[in-house]
């Protein structure tokens, strides 16, 4: 499976944007997928999850409420809405996808076997 990541860009403080991850070679349809962000000088940190099924999701405290991950499988494609944006949201963002049916939506890197190439979000005051 191959994502490329796509949506990055400079956006003022309460904005919106929103990133999509879209898929080749495999369907993402029964693929667990994730959203993980790096600003600089820091780790790869877990954003928001969607569990294989599409029947969870799972987000960050630092981002509920105001991010949402979803999928349209027609399009092959997982979204990140990020909405009322702030400064430390700046980073760059990365999808994730893994084919295992877990029983919780995966938050960690390693649950994660396929990744995307990054986008960045840059967001001004």
């Known amino acids: 499976v191959q994502l490329q990541a796509s949506g990055g860009g400079l956006v003022q403080a309460e904005g919106s944007l929103r990133l999509s991850c879209t898929a080749s070679g495999r369907t993402l349809s029964n693929y667990a997928a994730g959203w993980f962000r790096q600003a600089p000088g820091k780790g790869r940190e877990f954003v928001a999850g969607m569990k294989w099924n599409g029947a969870a999701t799972y987000y960050a405290d630092s981002v509920k409420g105001r991010f949402t991950i979803s999928r349209d499988n027609a399009k092959n494609t997982v979204y990140l809405q990020m909405d009322r944006l702030k400064l430390e949201d700046a980073a760059v963002y990365y999808c994730?996808?893994?084919?295992?049916?877990?029983?919780?939506?995966?938050?960690?890197?390693?649950?994660?076997?396929?990744w995307g190439q990054g986008t960045q979000v840059t967001v001004s005051s």
């Open positions: 994730a996808a893994d084919n295992r049916r877990n029983s919780v939506v995966p938050t960690r890197k390693f649950e994660y076997k396929y």
